[in-house]
């Protein structure tokens, strides 16, 4: 070995070139000549031969795969605290991605430190805000400062986002990319007096790391970090200083769901309810990424749009002549106000779990115009108009002329049935929930669903319509106790009875109920229906729970419908079954706050008459005339008289019936669906034959912009529904974005809910923003356009676009180059 001294130069390099040049030597050199090659007098041996280093520091970059150079044995040897542990030297080694310059090695640093294993500034800067914005207690950033990395990354976030400062924090960081961000959607003057917190140069920048978080699924986190900022620097209060509309595209956030829906609902509030610009804001949000956050917000407004819609088209009244055309209008039109009170009051029931202290009173005052606009105007209106329509008819003949009888069930649709038959009657599902029921049915199931109505028998309770359901001839009534007796034939009807009752009119007749048979094992419910022709099924679901707690009766719908929908599926799958009669023994009022004592009449003018009678009925002996009540004719050949309220009036007494009622003659407790569900197996003819009328498929999107050519950072497309939601085209959700030749996401993603029903073309029309990744494009390369749906299940569309943009952003070249 010799030993380069300085002073000896000329001497060794003689030695190796002239004076022996057939041995092996090993040259220590203890100093480097990097800076100054021009004094390197083996320079050219040093080329052809092989470099060994015995160092620690070298050691540990021949462990890692490092090329030996002076600025990475430098760097290395800045970072001795962190690579002095084989763990750490590990994980390096599996992020190393061909490390030649020191910046590429500050970044592999830091991404262990963080315990990333993706190389790039985002998931570093991200790793650091997710473990806190307290500098002095986020366990990452003590790390970074420990293991001497603070320099390289706060010059790698200050490259990259712009931030600088003599003091850099994280809150302040965080800040300053949320803020900048912000920009992208709302102008900057909107929010001046944050521009120390803003840099426009870098907006692209931070809208694509932020926008890549809000995708990622660990957005939570930085849902927690926008509120902390927004609480620092007061945010709801600087955006509701905007109009809704230019809120409208901005989800950063989550204050801002807190200002549109409060200047939406001051607004219904104040009657000035703008339903075209509820509905669009709502169908724009819902495509946000914080929308489930305030889900049920959104849709009970939604529901208020859609109720005051229906206000508008009938504000004039209800004034038909017919009763039989107010019942077609009822079950093709008007139920449509019940189906929306549901659905508003489902959501509203939400909001008031969740408790948010900004929007809690206003989505009460909400709640007051919807009752006012259900129970004032529609069942006061409708029912006024009903109650003086119906009149006459329901006071000689019991019944409307013109509209299927319940009492005729067993005649007209089992008794005729050429195939086996099961019947499903859910007690008190009215006619609104059950078209909502038979939809799902049409949408989930390969089948023929069809839905119509009959009148229930008088009066509109539990006895009355599960005997009119049975097999008989002639109904009748017995007194004992105090208490009425239903009687199919002179049999009693009460559900201990029914199966004999079924029995005599088809021996292969069985009466269950839903409750049994779902606890039973799959052989055990399938023997209770083997060899029978007609199955009967008894489902109580809302009518008991209205009896324990009528605030539940909505979302006893709802539970209603997926307790039949998986009735259904047994029967089906399990029995064999392919024809499914789905109906109810009446329907129902429900209105969310008790009525006042103005709209009960009181029973003592009954004169001591009533047999029975509840909230919404009266029967009484012969004679009786009870002043506010309206004559309806009982049972043939009974001695009693029916009568029953007005509108949605009560009758007083003590007890429930403050807000679930029925027994009476509105069009709520008077309309019974009918739904009639035919299974079509796949080698059924009919099937076959109409595959394309029953197969359920989402309807699809297409782009509507002609030209393929990108020349901005920012743009906006159009895109069109192809089809219209319907039986067998359900809504679907498409996600939109861009990608290179090689696949990779070069802009955001952009949200399509496509969930129109409208038959016009424009109104089925969606524009979506794009902001494409601070990146080099090259306008010779092919870019293409993805259009995937969110689950997944289709085949994605792609369109080739063109992307020419002259003055792109540049990559970054974070710490300049330098160590």
């Known amino acids: 070995m010799v030993v380069l001294t300085g002073s000896n130069n000329f001497t060794i390099k003689k030695l190796l070139t002239v ?98 294993k993706e190389v790039t500034p985002n998931a570093i800067i991200r790793a650091v805000l997710s473990a806190g914005l307290d500098t002095e207690s986020n366990p990452i950033y003590r ?78 986190v930085l849902r927690d970090i926008a509120k902390q900022i927004e ?56 495509t946000t990424v914080w929308y489930d956050y305030n889900l049920n917000y959104y849709e009970a407004i939604y529901q208020v749009a859609e109720m005051q819609d229906f206000y508008v088209k009938h504000s004039t009244g209800f004034h038909v002549v017919s009763a039989k055309e107010v019942w077609d209008l009822y079950t093709s039109e008007y139920y449509k106000m019940d189906s929306a009170y549901r659905q508003f009051n489902l959501h509203y029931t939400n909001c008031l779990k969740e408790s948010n202290p900004i929007l809690d009173d206003m989505i009460k005052a909400v709640a007051d115009k919807v009752e006012g606009l259900y129970s004032v105007w ?35 649709k089992i008794s005729r049935a050429d195939s086996r038959v099961f019947v499903i009657i859910s007690d008190a599902m009215r006619y609104a929930v059950g078209v909502s ?84 094992k799959r052989a055990e419910r399938q023997a209770l229906v083997k060899g029978m022709d007609v199955v009967y099924i008894y489902h109580d679901k809302i009518d008991e729970t209205a009896h324990t707690s009528e605030k539940l009766v909505f979302s006893a719908c709802d539970e209603a419908i997926s307790e039949i929908k998986n009735m259904v599926r047994i029967i089906c799958n399990e029995f064999g079954g392919t024809r499914v009669l789905i109906t109810s023994d009446h329907g129902f009022l429900y209105t969310a706050k008790p009525l006042q004592e103005n709209d009960k009449v009181d029973r003592s003018d009954f004169g001591g008459k009533e047999v029975e009678y509840a909230r919404r009925y009266a029967i009484m002996q012969k004679g009786a005339s009870p ?116 696949g990779t996401q070069v802009s955001d993603t952009a949200k399509i809910i496509a969930n129109k029903t409208s038959n016009n073309e424009q109104e089925r029309t969606f524009r979506c923003t794009f902001n494409l990744k601070p990146i080099n494009y090259n306008s010779r390369a092919k870019y293409y356009l993805v259009i995937k749906d969110e689950a997944g299940l289709q085949n994605p569309q792609k369109e080739e676009f063109q992307i020419d943009i002259a003055f792109s952003v540049g990559e970054f070249d974070f710490f300049g180059g330098n160590d």
Not at 35 to 47: G, M, P, R, S, T
Not at 67 to 90: C, D, M, Q, T, W
Not at 196 to 216: K, M, T
Not at 659 to 685: C, K, T
Request: glycine share 4%; hydrophobic share 40%.
């Open 378 to 412: 529609f069942l006061g209106e409708l029912g006024n108009n009903w109650s003086d329509i119906c009149a006459d008819e329901l006071k000689e003949y019991g019944r409307i002329k013109g509209v299927p009888r319940q009492e005729d069930f067993y005649a007209s």
């Open 231 to 286: 609480d620092k620097h007061q945010m709801y209060r600087r955006l509701s200083l905007l109009s809704v509309e230019e809120l409208a595209g901005t989800e950063l956030f989550p204050c801002v769901d807190d200002c549109i829906l409060y200047k939406l609902m001051a607004e219904i509030k104040d009657d000035f309810i703008r339903t075209d610009s509820i509905k669009k804001i709502v169908e724009l949000r819902r």
């Open 143 to 220: 790390d970074i400062v420990n293991f001497n990395a603070s320099k390289a990354f706060w010059i790698l976030v200050g490259q990259t986002t712009g931030y600088q400062s003599d003091d850099p924090n994280l809150s302040d960081l965080a800040s300053h990319i949320l803020l900048t961000a912000l920009t992208r959607t709302i102008r900057e003057d909107k929010i001046s007096v944050l521009d120390s917190f803003i840099s426009i140069p870098h907006q692209v920048y931070c809208y694509d790391f932020v926008s890549e978080w809000l995708h990622n699924t660990s957005n939570d």
């Open 627 to 742: 002043e506010y009540l309206m004559p309806i004719k009982f049972l043939d050949g009974t001695q009693y008289d029916g009568f029953a309220p007005r509108e949605n009036i009560r009758i007083k007494m003590n007890g429930g019936g403050m807000n679930f009622v029925h027994g009476g003659i509105s069009l709520q407790e008077l309309v019974v669906p009918i739904i009639d569900y035919r299974y079509l197996r796949n080698a059924s003819a009919e099937y076959q034959k109409n595959r394309d009328k029953f197969d359920t498929k989402p309807v699809e999107i297409g782009l509507l912009s002609a030209n393929r050519k990108i020349c901005n950072m920012i743009f906006s497309l159009n895109f069109y529904q192809k089809e219209i939601v319907c039986d067998i085209r359900v809504p679907e959700t498409y996600l939109l974005y861009f990608i290179d030749e090689n």
């Open 437 to 520: 029921l038979a939809g799902q049915l049409r949408t989930e199931t390969q089948s023929k669903v069809e839905i119509s109505s009959c009148q229930a028998v008088f009066p509109t309770i539990t006895k009355f319509g599960m005997a009119a359901l049975l097999p008989h001839k002639t109904l009748s009534v017995e007194s004992k106790n105090g208490v009425l007796s239903v009687l199919a034939d002179g049999e009693p009807t009460d559900s201990g009875y029914r199966d004999k009752i079924l029995k005599a009119a088809q021996p292969n007749s069985v009466a269950l109920k839903y409750r049994d048979i779902i606890e039973l």
């Open 19 to 116: 004076d022996d040049t057939v041995s092996n030597f090993l040259v220590y050199v203890p100093f480097s000549y990097s800076d100054n090659l021009e004094n390197d007098w083996l320079l050219n041996l040093e080329l052809y031969s092989e470099e060994f280093y015995a160092d620690l520091n070298s050691i540990w970059m021949d462990e890692m795969g490092l090329p030996v150079s002076p600025i990475l044995r430098s760097s290395v040897r800045g970072y001795h605290k962190f690579f002095n542990n084989k763990e750490r030297r590990a994980k390096f080694s599996n992020v190393n991605r061909n490390i030649a310059t020191a910046p590429q090695l500050h970044l592999a640093v830091l991404t262990v430190i963080c315990g990333e």
